[in-house]
């Protein structure tokens, strides 16, 4: 099986036992025998409610994270560049952009729950 790239609310849905798409998260996790990996624009946006609680918190939920996926895959010129076109060629938002564009530029299927999302990039899988 191939690299994926897991987009924030695939993370979210993995982590909260509450989210309505937990189950067919950790179902599909359980089964894919590949790499995962995260956007960095995705550590930055799940660890925004951990580190509003303080830094030691924030801290802890940056290392179960790290501890969850193989890699967190950088924002680079290239990668901006890339989130630019997607984002003047469609309605997809900036956040979203950088994420299909590191997907892109990692030769990696991207898991979302975002319907908009997955929409706006050939390579993603809807999990719903």
Not at 13 to 28: G, M, P, Q, R, W
Not at 63 to 86: K, P
Request: proline fraction near 1%; charge should be negative; include cysteine.
């Amino acid at each position: 099986m191939g690299r994926l790239v897991l987009d924030t609310s695939v993370l979210i849905a993995l982590n909260d036992s509450t989210d309505a798409h937990h189950e067919s998260v950790s179902s599909k996790i359980a089964s894919h025998r590949g790499q995962f990996f995260i956007s960095a624009v995705t550590l930055a946006e799940v660890l925004v409610v951990p580190y509003q609680f303080g830094f030691q918190i924030g801290q802890s939920h940056a290392l179960d994270i790290s501890n969850q996926v193989d890699g967190v895959l950088e924002v680079d010129s290239e990668i901006a560049q890339r989130a630019a076109q997607i984002r003047a060629q469609s309605a997809i938002s900036m956040i979203d952009a950088l994420i299909i564009a590191t997907a892109i530029t990692a030769k990696a299927t991207l898991w979302t729950c975002d319907a908009k999302q997955a929409r706006g990039y050939e390579g993603a899988v809807l999990i719903v």
